[in-house]
């Protein structure tokens, strides 16, 4: 088989890796892609200017199946298309990608099923927003979030009614979050520790991936800007025990049923971002694809070729295979990220493109490299003196290990062999 990934970052690199690994494929293609994995054996990089010409593309190179990794092209309708184009491919289609491109969508889904999560309400007119921040206290603080696709910045943790109300005046007045921001979650902060959740799903089962933490502020000890993530480890060692079936029971199933009742399945990966309350898990936000920078830590993990459950959860055939999902190593892994300069462009800050990216030869894609130790290019480009930085997350490494501590300590010692003026990455990720 041919595949085909959509994306060009660190997440589409560990996705292509991992597939290319599988022996039922011949070649992956990856669109864009980037230079770096453009190194990877079985592995080639080619553009498309549009949808259109991803199908072309599809068709002149026989694609059999395409594997879609970014949130804006989902919400932008990129499976129905190539459903329409008769081409099959994985991920939710627009509406069922709702629940992550419209926050409002989601919450009132969860509220009206049942699902655990923060208390809310919607608005879209700043004085009814600002007398009821004014009226109601919930206790731990507020969230405000923007509605609609924001890049992970839309959402402000607030501590006091004064920053909430100067929120939502800056979401709904000042345009802060330009469209996206017309109509605002109002939330309850919730406490407690965060997880992610990922499961493969086929409109009506749903089965685990794995569960990871990331790393969502730039400095260490969770300071500094929100980002996209700084790095990630799994398995979430600290889970309390029978939070999985939790999950699925409370969530992951609820939502499946809601969805098919709608009318929109929702076959793709199901990314449930959680908070570990001391009343059980509740949901934070759904998302509706794999995580940018967990993928690189679950992949690897993943002690069995992917490719059949992504075609299986395609067909809407999951019970064909075991319903405790796919076979995991019994290993710890830890991802560290490197950024550039500037990353993530708040308060006025500009991100570096074009630095010299200096990198150990051993960590450069090869036949036959270890699978426990994975360096994953996501922001970077290619000229006369080689690679150049190109984007915030730069690059990010991956290590596999018995321990957590262990995998944390080689993902860092690799991670000193990359040389960037400027960059920028935590040193407490998988403590
Ligand atoms: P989101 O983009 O919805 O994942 O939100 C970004 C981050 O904001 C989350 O990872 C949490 O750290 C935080 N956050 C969002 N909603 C809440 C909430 N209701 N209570 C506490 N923290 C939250
Ligand atoms: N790392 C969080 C995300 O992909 O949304």
């Known amino acids: 088989m041919k595949v085909l990934v959509y994306g060009s970052g660190g997440r589409e690199h560990a996705l292509s890796w991992k597939l290319a690994q599988s022996p039922s494929i011949s070649e992956v293609l990856v669109t864009p892609g980037n230079p770096g994995i453009a190194l990877e054996p079985k592995i080639r ?38 459903d329409r184009e008769g081409i099959p491919a994985f991920g939710p289609v627009q509406a069922a990608a709702r629940i992550e491109w419209s926050k409002a969508f989601s919450k009132e889904l969860m509220q009206a099923e049942g699902i655990p999560t923060a208390r809310f309400e919607i608005f879209s007119d700043l004085a009814a927003a600002q007398a009821f921040l004014s009226a109601v206290d919930w206790g731990d603080g507020w969230v405000i979030k923007a509605d609609g696709l924001a890049l992970g910045k839309g959402v ?21 979050m330009g469209a996206s921001g017309k109509t605002v979650v109002v939330e309850e902060r919730l406490l407690g520790r965060e997880v992610s959740a990922f499961s493969i799903c086929d409109g009506t089962r749903a089965v685990f991936l794995g569960f990871a933490c990331d790393y969502k502020r730039l400095e ?20 309390p025990e029978g939070t999985a079936a939790r999950v699925q029971e409370e969530v992951n199933l609820p939502l499946l049923r809601a969805l098919k009742k709608r009318g929109t399945p929702y076959k793709g990966i199901l990314f449930s971002g959680l908070m570990i309350t001391k009343d059980g898990p509740k949901v934070i936000e759904f998302n509706a694809r794999l995580g940018d920078p967990e993928t690189q830590v679950l992949l690897p993990l993943l002690d069995e070729d992917l490719l059949p459950w992504l075609q299986a959860a395609q067909r809407g055939a999951l019970q064909e295979l075991p319903a405790t999902g796919p076979r995991l190593k019994a290993l710890a892994g830890v991802h560290v990220v490197t950024a550039a300069a500037g990353y993530p462009g708040t308060g006025g800050a500009v991100v570096r493109k074009g630095d010299a990216i200096h ?55 690799l991670t000193r062999g990359i040389e960037i003026a400027g960059a920028q990455r935590r040193g407490d990720v998988g403590r």
């Open 359 to 413: 990198l150990p030869e051993a960590l450069l894609p090869r036949e036959g490299a270890p699978l426990e130790q994975k360096l994953f290019f996501a922001g970077v480009a290619k000229n006369e003196k080689g690679f150049v930085t190109n984007g915030g997350r730069v690059l990010g490494v991956t290590a596999l290990a018995a321990t957590r501590a262990e995998a944390r300590e080689k993902a860092y010692a």
């Open 45 to 82: 990089c080619l553009p498309a200017a549009d949808f259109p010409a991803l199908a072309a593309l599809c068709r002149a190179e026989r694609v059999d199946f395409v594997v879609v990794g970014p949130d804006q092209a989902l919400a932008d309708g990129l499976v129905d298309f190539l």
């Open 156 to 176: 402000v943790v607030c501590e006091s009614r004064e920053q909430a109300l100067a929120t939502v005046q800056d979401f709904l007045e000042g345009g802060a």
């Open 220 to 239: 260490d000890g969770d300071r500094g800007p929100n980002t996209g993530g700084m790095g990630a480890f799994s398995p979430a060692d600290w889970l």
